[in-house]
């Protein structure tokens, strides 16, 4: 599976924003796929998370503001962003869970700042 973010850049306090992870090879061996987050200084964190069911699972950080979904039509997991802080900085990385591996994508730089 190689996955492909994108999406980022730089938005005002209270913006929004939408990465997009386009997912291709062996998409049907996915179980579930994540949003990962690394602040400057900071260890990576969890963000969002959601199944092949559509089950979704948040960070208490972002409850309320992130929304992650997938275009199962196009093989792609996107992450909308409002409401966004100074704090949301970081490089967001989309991975894909399956039975045997877990994938990375390359990280996509997003800039909270005024």
């Known amino acids: 599976v190689q996955l492909q973010a994108s999406g980022g850049g730089l938005v005002q306090p209270g913006g929004s924003l939408r990465l997009s992870c386009a997912a291709s090879?062996?998409?049907?061996?996915?179980?579930?796929m994540r949003w990962y987050r690394q602040a400057p200084g900071k260890e990576r964190d969890i963000v969002a998370q959601?199944?092949?069911?559509?089950?979704?699972h948040y960070a208490d950080s972002v409850k309320g503001r992130f929304t992650v979904s997938r275009d199962s039509a196009k093989d792609t997991w996107n992450l909308e962003m409002n409401s966004l802080k100074p704090e949301d900085t970081a490089v967001y990385y989309c991975t894909a869970r399956t039975r045997d591996n877990h994938f990375w994508g390359q990280g996509t730089l997003v800039t909270v700042s005024s």
């Open positions: 090879g062996n998409t049907l061996s996915i179980i579930y």
């Open positions: 959601i199944d092949t069911h559509g089950t979704t």
